[in-house]
Protein backbone atom coordinates (compact mmCIF):
# COMPACT_ATOMS: atom_id res chain seq x y z
CA UNK A 1 0.00 0.00 0.00
CA UNK A 2 1.16 3.62 -0.89
CA UNK A 3 2.10 5.74 1.68
CA UNK A 4 -0.43 8.30 0.26
CA UNK A 5 -3.09 5.65 0.37
CA UNK A 6 -2.09 4.66 4.09
CA UNK A 7 -2.21 8.35 5.17
CA UNK A 8 -5.92 8.54 3.71
CA UNK A 9 -7.62 5.69 5.76
CA UNK A 10 -5.33 6.36 8.42
CA UNK A 11 -6.57 10.11 8.92
CA UNK A 12 -10.26 8.58 7.95
CA UNK A 13 -10.30 6.03 10.67
CA UNK A 14 -9.43 8.57 13.57
CA UNK A 15 -11.75 11.03 12.34
CA UNK A 16 -14.58 8.62 12.26
CA UNK A 17 -13.59 7.05 15.88
CA UNK A 18 -13.30 10.14 17.00
CA UNK A 19 -16.84 11.11 15.62
CA UNK A 20 -18.22 8.50 17.07
CA UNK A 21 -16.79 8.97 20.27
CA UNK A 22 -14.18 5.76 20.72
CA UNK A 23 -11.40 5.85 22.17
CA UNK A 24 -8.12 4.18 20.76
CA UNK A 25 -8.53 2.12 24.27
CA UNK A 26 -12.19 1.19 23.05
CA UNK A 27 -11.65 0.10 19.08
CA UNK A 28 -8.61 -1.52 19.91
CA UNK A 29 -10.76 -3.98 22.41
CA UNK A 30 -13.34 -4.73 20.04
CA UNK A 31 -11.00 -5.41 16.88
CA UNK A 32 -8.95 -7.82 19.55
CA UNK A 33 -5.76 -6.08 19.41
CA UNK A 34 -3.46 -4.01 21.74
CA UNK A 35 -3.51 -0.02 21.66
CA UNK A 36 -0.25 0.19 20.67
CA UNK A 37 -1.75 -0.96 17.27
CA UNK A 38 -4.39 1.73 16.41
CA UNK A 39 -1.79 4.29 17.57
CA UNK A 40 0.37 3.44 14.90
CA UNK A 41 -2.32 2.54 12.46
CA UNK A 42 -3.58 6.28 12.90
CA UNK A 43 0.15 7.23 12.29
CA UNK A 44 0.64 5.63 9.37
CA UNK A 45 3.15 3.48 10.67
CA UNK A 46 1.56 -0.45 9.58
CA UNK A 47 0.02 -1.42 6.69
CA UNK A 48 -3.72 -2.50 7.30
CA UNK A 49 -5.39 -5.52 5.62
CA UNK A 50 -8.51 -4.76 3.74
CA UNK A 51 -10.60 -7.29 6.03
CA UNK A 52 -9.47 -5.44 8.97
CA UNK A 53 -10.35 -2.13 7.44
CA UNK A 54 -14.18 -3.67 6.75
CA UNK A 55 -14.07 -4.79 10.18
CA UNK A 56 -13.43 -1.20 11.72
CA UNK A 57 -15.77 0.53 9.12
CA UNK A 58 -18.65 -1.66 10.87
CA UNK A 59 -17.14 -1.01 14.06
CA UNK A 60 -17.34 3.05 13.52
CA UNK A 61 -20.94 2.15 11.78
CA UNK A 62 -19.71 3.30 8.27
CA UNK A 63 -20.07 2.42 4.88
CA UNK A 64 -16.56 0.43 4.17
CA UNK A 65 -15.73 2.65 1.13
CA UNK A 66 -15.73 5.74 3.26
CA UNK A 67 -12.53 5.12 4.73
CA UNK A 68 -11.39 5.56 1.52
CA UNK A 69 -12.17 9.08 0.34
Do not use: H, T
Amino acid sequence: MSQLARKIISDNIKKFREKSGLKREELSLKLGCDNSYISKLERYKVNIPIDRIEEIANILGINFIDLFK
